[in-house]
C-alpha cells in the first residue's frame, strides 16, 4: 500500500511539473533567448533540458505496426497533455506524412481509426475490414481536424462477454480486440478473466482447502455467473494450473490496457463465499440466496458485519499483487434474485464501499444498470460520486429519466443489442441517435459515459461503430447519413449497390424501436422443434422486429457490389451474414405453413414443405461454414488448448459446448429455460445440433400422419447433453465461396 501510494505521489507531482510545459508547442522546445551579460565573449547557448512528452506512444505505435504494417510508418504519433476537458485528438498533415496528436495512446489510436475511416475511406471493424484498399501512399488530411470526448467514460463488455464470446480465447485475440477498442474511442474495458484468482487464494486463508476451492469454482465459460453471484461449481472442478494460467492471461489483458491509458475495470469483492463460511469463521453472517433459474446460489456475506472487511482487505490484496492496482472495479449486490435477508441494504453498500476505498483510494464502483438495480436503497449507502452505473437498458424501454431514477449518480448511457452471442442482424440504431444527445444535453443530467454491452461482441459491426462515435460527435448524428457513409468506406470505395443494401439494412434490422427489445429476433431453424416455435432463446423476441423484405433486398444488393470491393475481409462477412439472416427470416415463413400442412393431414404438402426446410438448414450449414467467423472448429479447439491432459481437456471442451446448447444440467436447462439461450447459427452447431432435431422431429410427425397416432415424444435434453459431452472435431478454416453459396441462397429465396 506504501509504495503505491508514494508512486501515486510520484506521478501526481509529475502531472503539476508538466502542466507547466507545453509539451507539443515549438516554443516549449526551442533554446531560450541568449542573456546578455560582461563576459568577454558570448559562448554558444546553455543546453535545455528536454521537455518530457506527456506520455509514451510507443505502445500505440506497437498497436499500429500490427494493425496497418505496410502504413504504419505514416502515421507521426504526438503525445498531449489531457486538457480539464478531457479526451482529444486532431489530424493533419500532407499525404504520407499523416501527424496524430491525442491525449493518451488508446487516443493516439482513436484518431488513427478516424483517419481510416473519414480521410482515407476504409473500416476496421469488428469484425470485418477493407484494410487492403488503402493506397501505398496515405491521402493527405485538409486542414486540422479536431475531434472531442463528449464523456469522459467510454465503457465497454458485458459481465457476459467472456462466457459467450469466448473464454478460451489466446493473448494475441485479446490484444487485437483491445486494439479495436482503442481505435473506437473505448477508454475503460472489464476484464474479468482470471477473476477466480483472488478468491482462490484469499478463501485458503478462510478456512477452505485450495482443492475444495475448485470445486466451487466454474468452469471459465460460466464463470461470469459465479461472479455475479448466481451459480457455482458447473463446468468444474478446475485445474490449479488452469488458475494459475488465467490469472497470467488475465494480468496481461490489464497490462496491456494500462499500456494504451485504458482503464482495466477488474471484478470487486461483495461478499460471494462458499457454504459453510460462517461455520469455520466465528463471527461471519451469512445470507443464502437461493437459486438462480435452477442453480444453487452462492452465500452472501453480511458486509456490515467482523469478517466482510478482512476477507475484502485479503482478497484485494492478492488481486493487485497480480493484477496490479484499479481505478475501476464492477461488482452488483443482489443481482436477478438476490436476497438481502435482515441485512440493512445501505449498510451493506457503504461497507462495500469502504473495503473497497481501504484498497484502493478513490476507486469508482462500477454498477450495473438492470432490471431494478441499483435500488434506491443501495446508492443511499454510498458515495455517488466514486460510482459509475453502466445502463444496460437505455434503448430498450421508454420514458426513462435515469438522472432522477438514480438521484444524480452519474451513469453511462448502455444498450446490450445482443443476447447470448446470437448471430442476429441488426440493433436499435435509431433509438440511439436520438436518445444519447437529447439525455446528455437535459438539464441536470447525470450522463457521463457510453457502455457498449452485448452480451456477446464480435457480430454486428455496424452496430459497434455507431455506438461507439456516439461519444465523438458534438451533437446528434443523422442515422441515414451515417450509414451512407459506412457504405462508402466498409467496402474499401463508394459503390452504388454497396449503399443500396446498407439503405435496406438501415431501414430494416437497424432501425428497431424501444419499448420492448433490445435485440432482434433469434433463428427458429435454432429452436427447440415446434410447430408453433417463435424462438430459439426463452427471452428472446417472438416475432420479426422489422420487414424481412429488407434483408433480401440487401443481400440482392450486395450480390451486384463491384468485383474489388467484394475482395475485402469486411464484405465476404458481410454478404454471409446478411444471406444467413435473409435465409433465417425464411424459416418463419415456412414453419407456419408447414403447421397447416400437417394440421390439414396433407401428407403430400407436409413432405414437400419439410423438404424445403430441411434444404434450407442444410444450405445455411454450408454458408455459415464458407467464413471462419461462423465456425465452430475454432471455439472448440481453443477451449481443448487449455487443458493440461485428457480428462481436463474434455472437461473444458464440454464447458465451451454446454454453453451453446444446454447451457447446465437438466433442471437450470429445462425448467430453468436456459436451453439454446446461447444459439447461434454456425457452422456444426447447424449442422450436427439443429437439423438433426428437426430432422427426428418431423420424422415423428411424418410418422404420426402415417399412422394416424400421436407424435413420438423425443428427449430433446437428452440429445443435447449427448452431443454437448462429445469430442468429435470440427473445421477450424473456412470452405466454400461466400458469395456463390450467398447468391445459391438469393436463387433460394427467389424460387
Not at 37 to 49: F, H, I, R, S
Not at 272 to 285: E, Q
Request: net charge neutral.
Amino acid at each position: 500500500m506504501a509504495s503505491r501510494l508514494i508512486l501515486r505521489c510520484r506521478h501526481a507531482l509529475a502531472v503539476v511539473a508538466l502542466a507547466t510545459l507545453t509539451a507539443v508547442s515549438p516554443a516549449a522546445t526551442a533554446p531560450a533567448p541568449a542573456v546578455t551579460t560582461a563576459a568577454p565573449a558570448p559562448g554558444p547557448p546553455a543546453p535545455q533540458p528536454a521537455v518530457p512528452p506527456a506520455f509514451d506512444p510507443a505502445p500505440a505505435r506497437a498497436s499500429l505496426e500490427r494493425l496497418l504494417p505496410s502504413v504504419a510508418g505514416q502515421f507521426h504519433l504526438v503525445a498531449v497533455d489531457k486538457p480539464a476537458s478531457g479526451d482529444y485528438f486532431s489530424l493533419s498533415g500532407t499525404a504520407g506524412a499523416i501527424r496524430v496528436r491525442g491525449t493518451s495512446p488508446a487516443t493516439l489510436l482513436t484518431g488513427v481509426g478516424w483517419y481510416l475511416e473519414r480521410i482515407a475511406g476504409v473500416d476496421i471493424g469488428w469484425p470485418g475490414d477493407s484494410l487492403g484498399r488503402l493506397p501505398s501512399t496515405l491521402p493527405e488530411v485538409t486542414g486540422t481536424v479536431t475531434r472531442r470526448a463528449t464523456v469522459p467514460h467510454r465503457y465497454a463488455l458485458n459481465d457476459t462477454d467472456e462466457g459467450y464470446s469466448g473464454a478460451y480465447r489466446d493473448f494475441a485475440t485479446y490484444r487485437h480486440e483491445i486494439d479495436l477498442m482503442a481505435l473506437h474511442g473505448v477508454n475503460e474495458v472489464f476484464v474479468p478473466t482470471g477473476g477466480e484468482y483472488p478468491y482462490y487464494r484469499a478463501l485458503q486463508r478462510f478456512g477452505y482447502s485450495a482443492a475444495e476451492l475448485r470445486e466451487w469454482i466454474p468452469g471459465p465459460a460460466h464463470q461470469g455467473w459465479w461472479l455475479l453471484q448466481n451459480m457455482s461449481g458447473f463446468g468444474g472442478p478446475v485445474s490449479a494450473q488452469l488458475i494459475e494460467a488465467r490469472a497470467t492471461l488475465g494480468s496481461r489483458i490489464a497490462g496491456h490496457l494500462r499500456a494504451l491509458g485504458m482503464t482495466p475495470v477488474l471484478p470487486g469483492f461483495f461478499g460471494t463465499v462458499p457454504p459453510d463460511f460462517a461455520a469455520r469463521n466465528p463471527g461471519a453472517v451469512t445470507v443464502p440466496q437461493g437459486t438462480w433459474v435452477g442453480f444453487a446460489r452462492p452465500d452472501w456475506l453480511d458486509p456490515t458485519g467482523p469478517v466482510f472487511a478482512r476477507l475484502a482487505a485479503t482478497y484485494y490484496h492478492f488481486q493487485e499483487r497480480r493484477f496490479g492496482a484499479g481505478d475501476m472495479f464492477k461488482m452488483d449486490l443482489l443481482h436477478e434474485g438476490g436476497t438481502p435477508g435482515a441485512v440493512d441494504v445501505a449498510g451493506a453498500a457503504g461497507a462495500v464501499q469502504r473495503a473497497l476505498e481501504a484498497a484502493h483510494p478513490g476507486a469508482t464502483w462500477v454498477m450495473l444498470g438492470w432490471q431494478r438495480n441499483p435500488s434506491a436503497a443501495l446508492l443511499s449507502g454510498v458515495d455517488r460520486r466514486r460510482v459509475l452505473v453502466v445502463d444496460g437498458l437505455s434503448d430498450r424501454y421508454d420514458g426513462l429519466d435515469r438522472a432522477t431514477q438514480w438521484g444524480g449518480t452519474p451513469y453511462a448511457f448502455g444498450a446490450i443489442g445482443n443476447f447470448g452471442g446470437h448471430t442476429s442482424l441488426g440493433a436499435n440504431t435509431g433509438v440511439w441517435v436520438d436518445r444519447f444527445h437529447a439525455w446528455l444535453t437535459a438539464p441536470g443530467s447525470a450522463l457521463s459515459g457510453i457502455a457498449y454491452l452485448p452480451e456477446g461482441t464480435g457480430g454486428n459491426p455496424a452496430a459497434f461503430d455507431l455506438f461507439t462515435e456516439l461519444a465523438w460527435q458534438p451533437g446528434p448524428i443523422d442515422h441515414r447519413t451515417w450509414f451512407a457513409e459506412y457504405a462508402a468506406r466498409r467496402y474499401g470505395g463508394a459503390d452504388p449497390h454497396a449503399a443500396a443494401a446498407w439503405e435496406q439494412l438501415r431501414i430494416g434490422p437497424y432501425s428497431t424501436r424501444s419499448g420492448t427489445w433490445s435485440e432482434p429476433q433469434d433463428s427458429v431453424f435454432a429452436a427447440r422443434p415446434s410447430l408453433t416455435a417463435a424462438r430459439a432463446a426463452r427471452w428472446s423476441p417472438t416475432a420479426m422486429r422489422y420487414d424481412a423484405a429488407t434483408v433480401e433486398r440487401a443481400l440482392a444488393e450486395l450480390l451486384r457490389v463491384a468485383p474489388g470491393q467484394r475482395a475485402t475481409d469486411a464484405y465476404r462477412f458481410d454478404v454471409v451474414d446478411v444471406a444467413r439472416q435473409a435465409l433465417t427470416n425464411r424459416g418463419r415463413v415456412l414453419l407456419p405453413r408447414i403447421r397447416t400442412a400437417y394440421e390439414a393431414e396433407d401428407l403430400a404438402g407436409f413432405r414437400e414443405l419439410v423438404a424445403d426446410w430441411n434444404a434450407h438448414l442444410e444450405l445455411l450449414g454450408r454458408l455459415v461454414a464458407a467464413d471462419r467467423r461462423f465456425l465452430l472448429g475454432p471455439w472448440l479447439a481453443d477451449a481443448r488448448a487449455w487443458g493440461a491432459d485428457r480428462a481436463e481437456r474434455d472437461r473444458l471442451e464440454y464447458d465451451a459446448r454446454s454453453i451453446l446448447t444446454t447451457w447446465g444440467g437438466r433442471g437450470p436447462s429445462e425448467a430453468g429455460g436456459l436451453h439454446d439461450y446461447a444459439n447461434r447459427e454456425w457452422a456444426g452447431l447447424v449442422r450436427d445440433v439443429y437439423a438433426p432435431r428437426w430432422a427426428a422431429y418431423f420424422a415423428s410427425l411424418d410418422s404420426a400422419l402415417v399412422r394416424g397416432t400421436e407424435p413420438v415424444a423425443i428427449d430433446w435434453f437428452a440429445r443435447d447433453d449427448a452431443w454437448a459431452h462429445g469430442n468429435e472435431r470440427y473445421a477450424t478454416r473456412p470452405t466454400g465461396d461466400p458469395v456463390a453459396l450467398a447468391g445459391e441462397v438469393l436463387a433460394a429465396l427467389t424460387r
